[in-house]
């Protein structure tokens, strides 16, 4: 009886003993873990929104950007696929330096852009009024005008030929025309010419009346028909789309001339294989892999 309340004193000691030490190694682990996240949360006196292992995003860095907290559950997973893809060695070094030179030049032009455009005035209806009465046979009639659009000058040609015997101009558009009107064929309503002429197409082809000629714009190739012929009643709507096409010339006037002044100080080259008779770009290039050994 004796040697067994020595046994279990024993079990007893033995157990609480256990116990003392795993509470000991869970509270050294919880101290571990704060003391992890005390030294995470700020490195070089600037206070860390993520990490993972050196790769940091800071506080004032999201700020700078103009990101929020919502971001960066996905910057850590993408960060912790980059490191998983660089370990198994799929990262290209030439492209990645490419790609962090490009985003970096997107990032210069733009705030060059921006700093350029803030001083451009926006034109007022006053401004705007006197333009169009500059050119009234363009902004102060406004013609009814249908279109078929297709995306080569053959067949715009063909189709421009039948027109002209007879063929139904709204019933060839809903058949033929990838223009958004082609439902209703190809009907946009009353414009005035000077907002087809904004959006590229030649005076000549938007001062007209009946069939026009078939005309090239970056959309493709048109074919227009004019039915009717009126004073300008929606003066608003024209003030407004002319206002905003001005704005736009004058950006784009801008950028030419700030990218004009970039370019006088400036050695360019361009390799003439890579361009075709028009002197656009082919896009055809021989590519290698460009992997280099670090």
Not at 54 to 78: N, T
Not at 108 to 129: A, C, K, N, T, W
Not at 264 to 270: G, M, T
């Amino acid at each position: 009886m004796i040697w067994a309340v020595w046994i279990l004193a024993a079990i007893s000691v033995t157990v609480t003993v256990a116990v003392v030490i795993v509470i000991n190694r869970r509270i050294a682990s919880v101290n571990s873990i704060e003391l992890l996240e005390s030294s995470s949360s700020r490195m070089d006196d600037h206070l860390v929104a993520a990490r993972v292992d050196s790769s940091v995003i800071y506080m004032e860095d999201m700020a700078i950007v103009g990101i929020d907290a919502s971001i960066l559950e996905d910057w850590v997973e993408d960060e912790l696929l980059a490191s998983l893809a660089i370990e198994r060695d799929l990262e290209n070094a030439r492209k990645s330096r490419l790609l962090q030179d490009r985003a970096r030049q997107i990032y210069l032009r733009d705030e060059l852009l921006s700093s350029v455009y803030r001083g451009i005035p926006f034109p007022d209806s006053s401004e705007v009024f006197h333009f169009m009465r500059s050119d009234s046979l363009a902004f102060m009639v406004e013609r009814h005008f249908y279109q078929i659009l297709v995306s080569d000058e053959a067949t715009a040609d063909s189709i421009h030929e039948r027109l002209s015997w007879g063929e139904n101009f709204q019933i060839t558009a809903e058949r033929l025309s990838i223009g958004q009107k082609a439902g209703i064929g190809g009907d946009l309503g009353f414009m005035t010419a000077g907002e087809l002429i904004m959006y590229g197409v030649p005076r000549g082809h938007a001062l007209i009346e009946g069939l026009g000629d078939v005309s090239h714009t970056a959309y493709g190739w048109h074919i227009f028909l004019v039915d009717e012929i009126r004073p300008l009643e929606d003066t608003c709507r024209v003030v407004r789309s002319l206002a905003d096409d001005i704005y736009r010339d004058r950006m784009n006037a801008a950028r030419d001339s700030v990218l004009e002044i970039a370019a006088s100080s400036r050695e360019v080259y361009f390799d003439p294989t890579l361009r075709n008779s028009t002197g656009q770009f082919t896009g055809d290039i021989d590519i290698t892999d460009g992997r280099e050994t670090e």
